[in-house]
């Protein structure tokens, strides 16, 4: 869909990129929708062999860890419950099936577009306890946000949120100081740049002297944050530069902002591949805790025993490729999903599945 | 997950909250309750059935400047 000007100057950009590229650097791009438009653009392949492209944890759906996905399919079993959720969770693998199997013996599982459609499937099933299965970034929280406020105002009492929402910037850190991940560069998500800003990201450059790019969906702006970032990275001057400044303010969006605020409080959080990060999680203030499904129910998360030889943590933290996974393409592939990364159409092992998975270089 | 598609706001319902939004033809209902400042006739990013951000059309228009600067910076 791109225009000609916008083919052109990408073809000038990824010329630019050869030229300017002096010795191997490791850039992470840190958002779902980033994956996929680098895979269906082929930016990998047409990159100079020294820029190696890795993927974070920027799927939403990936990240979730193993417990929680239990605990949510525990919840879908219970009779008075009706889950609303987004497709994108609708197939992941938890210890027993996933959402579509419970909806397949007789569950109530309804698939949203959005926490306002949830809240109206509230409104219109008084004797069901719809649960919305709250995921997604800085993102996706504001508009669960303020279902929850309308929720609250109309005393909707039949409406709970699983809460699997996280932060982008805490995870930044926590791959940071872990050295075997060796992040040279990180291509910020524009999205949930629109929302934050750009000051939460600055300790990137200012405590880790790594830059980092805010970036579009286009290629030709994938392009130029790559530009951007060898740039930088040559000169050997960390910041944080915002390439998507039509849509991201540099305060981000101050409405959404005081929205969570109101709502969620920052709290720890249980990422697949990464572990616990602090603060990384954002739990509902003690106001709205009968709203949160956990409270609600009661739910247990219960420690799960690593099932089969998925690498899905090891993929979100760029430490492999899909293809080094044994299941890649084999046991493991869209229709018959192993691990989330191959279950969301923005997952890692999806992108790669659909776009390379011929290549040799993996 | 964080997609999100450009549209222009062709209506706006009397609770200022939501706005039919054009989006590449289609037009959809979307809430605009995280962009209060959004007026008929902006552009902005839909997101989950919210609208995220206005986009700034000066913004969007000097962005062939940004690329023109990367293309000279590069060859220092
Ligand atoms: S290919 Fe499948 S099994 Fe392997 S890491 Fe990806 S999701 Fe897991």
Same mark, same amino acid.
């Given at each position: ?362 | ?16 909250? +939501? !706005?039919?939004?054009? #989006? ?9 309750? /995280?962009?209060? %400042? ?11 059935? +919210? !609208?995220?951000?206005? #986009? ?9 400047? /940004?690329?023109? %600067? ?7």
């Amino acid at each position: 869909m791109a225009t000609t000007k916008e083919q052109e100057y990408f073809s000038r950009l990824v010329e630019q990129l050869q030229r300017m590229t002096q010795r191997p650097v490791k850039i992470m791009e840190v958002c779902g929708t980033h994956t996929m438009a680098i895979a269906a653009a082929g930016i990998r392949q047409i990159l100079p062999p020294e820029v190696e492209l890795v993927s974070g944890p920027g799927c939403p759906v990936c990240v979730t860890a193993d417990m929680d996905i239990d605990a949510f399919l525990d919840l879908a079993t219970r009779e008075d419950v009706t889950i609303a959720t987004y497709g994108d969770m609708l197939r992941v693998p938890g210890t027993e099936g996933s959402l579509a199997d419970i909806r397949a013996q007789g569950g109530r599982v309804q698939v949203v577009y959005s926490a306002t459609e949830a809240l109206q499937l509230a409104r219109e099933n008084p004797d069901r306890e719809v649960v919305f299965l709250a995921v997604g970034f800085e993102t996706t929280a504001p508009a669960t946000a303020h279902a929850l406020t309308v929720a609250q105002a109309e005393k909707i009492n039949n409406f709970s949120i699983f809460n699997l929402h996280k932060m982008v910037p805490p995870a930044l850190r926590a791959l940071l100081a872990d050295e075997e991940t060796a992040v040279d560069g990180f291509i910020l998500p524009g999205h949930v740049s629109a929302i934050i800003g750009e000051e939460p990201y600055r300790f990137v450059a200012e405590e880790f002297g790594r830059p980092g790019v805010i970036a579009g969906f286009e290629p030709v702006e994938i392009m130029a944050a790559l530009v951007q970032l060898v740039t930088l990275l040559n000169r050997r001057e960390a910041r944080i530069t915002n390439l998507y400044r039509h849509v991201v303010r540099p305060e981000g969006n101050r409405t959404a902002l005081a929205l969570l605020e109101r709502v969620f409080q920052p709290a720890n959080a249980i990422w697949r591949g990464l572990g616990e990060i602090p603060d990384s999680g954002l739990k509902l203030r003690e106001e709205l805790f009968p709203y949160d499904a956990e409270v609600k129910f009661g739910v247990t998360r219960k420690p799960v025993a690593k099932r089969t030889a998925c690498r899905c943590g090891d993929v979100l933290k760029g430490l492999i490729k899909p293809p080094a996974c044994p299941l890649f393409a084999r046991k493991c592939t869209p229709e018959q999903p192993q691990g989330p990364c191959m279950v969301s159409a923005e997952g890692t092992c999806a992108a790669y599945y659909h776009y390379h998975r011929r290549d040799s270089d993996g | 997950m964080c997609l999100a598609v450009p549209g222009e706001i062709i209506k706006i319902y009397p609770d200022g909250y +939501q !706005a039919d939004v054009n #989006i590449m033809g289609n037009v959809k209902r979307v809430s605009i309750f /995280l962009t209060p %400042e959004a007026k008929v006739g902006d552009r902005v990013m839909v997101h989950a059935g +919210q !609208a995220i951000s206005v #986009i700034e059309r000066e913004e969007a228009e000097a962005i062939e400047k /940004l690329w023109e %600067e990367l293309l000279r910076h590069g060859n220092d």
